[in-house]
T-cell receptor, first 116, second 115 residues
Framework: AQSVTQPDIHITVSEGASLELRCNYSYGATPYLFWYVQSPGQGLQLLLKYFSGDTLVQGIKGFEAEFKRSQSSFNLRKPSVHWSDAAEYFCAVGAGSGGGADGLTFGKGTHLIIQP | DAGVIQSPRHEVTEMGQEVTLRCKPISGHNSLFWYRQTMMRGLELLIYFNNNVPIDDSGMPEDRFSAKMPNASFSTLKIQPSEPRDSAVYFC?????????????FGDGTRLSIL
């Protein structure tokens, strides 16, 4: 069975500083990986996805993530955060055809706090 | 385009009552997923459907939970009888299983409180 670990429950970053959120996965085959963001009282919005090919994937809102098979990691990065980036971030792994036909396994989330 | 639509957004009811959560997937999507989010357990997959057929319900916590998808545009998640430990946010998501590399799109959730 697959699993996802997000080691950081909370992260505080100053506005304008760079950001990296960590994600480690466990899955026996080629994983399909996702990052979602959740604002308070809202659903989950897809930031980016990795299925195959280039290991550095670009997403919305200036986010990117890098898939490193040797480290079983899929860390999320942003060069300069904005106050509006404060939210809960979830890493997820999917099986089968890439999450479209199979359920996702989520990490517990990282709560991002932006300080002025 | 309309996203995944869930209703109600909030539900407060007393223990023992029947609760029905509703979901309308994105038009054209043929996979539908129900997730539950709690502080203790995070986001958990409860059940999912492909082409209206339940594929995996191993995440449904107890027989008190049931889900149906009578047609491609509607699904329900029912809890009967409800208990305080069922309090959570329930999310519905949809995707296209016919096209490769398609992510899931989530609704805004139903926040359920069982008193």
């Amino acid at each position: 069975a697959q699993s996802v670990t997000q080691p950081d429950i909370h992260i505080t970053v100053s506005e304008g500083a760079s950001l990296e959120l960590r994600c480690n996965y466990s899955y026996g085959a080629t994983p399909y990986l996702f990052w979602y963001v959740q604002s308070p009282g809202q659903g989950l919005q897809l930031l980016l996805k990795y299925f195959s090919g280039d290991t550095l994937v670009q997403g919305i809102k200036g986010f990117e993530a890098e898939f490193k098979r040797s480290q079983s990691s899929f860390n999320l990065r942003k060069p300069s955060v904005h106050w509006s980036d404060a939210a809960e971030y979830f890493c997820a792994v999917g099986a089968g055809s890439g999450g479209g036909a199979d359920g996702l396994t989520f990490g517990k989330g990282t709560h991002l706090i932006i300080q002025p | 385009d309309a996203g995944v639509i869930q209703s109600p957004r909030h539900e407060v009811t007393e223990m023992g009552q029947e609760v029905t959560l509703r979901c309308k997937p994105i038009s054209g999507h043929n996979s539908l997923f129900w997730y539950r989010q709690t502080m203790m357990r995070g986001l958990e997959l409860l059940i999912y459907f492909n082409n209206n057929v339940p594929i995996d319900d191993s995440g449904m916590p107890e027989d008190r939970f049931s889900a149906k998808m009578p047609n491609a545009s509607f699904s329900t998640l029912k809890i009967q009888p409800s208990e305080p430990r069922d309090s959570a946010v329930y999310f519905c998501a949809s995707s296209s299983a016919d096209r490769v590399h398609q992510p899931q799109h989530f609704g805004d959730g139903t926040r359920l409180s069982i008193l």
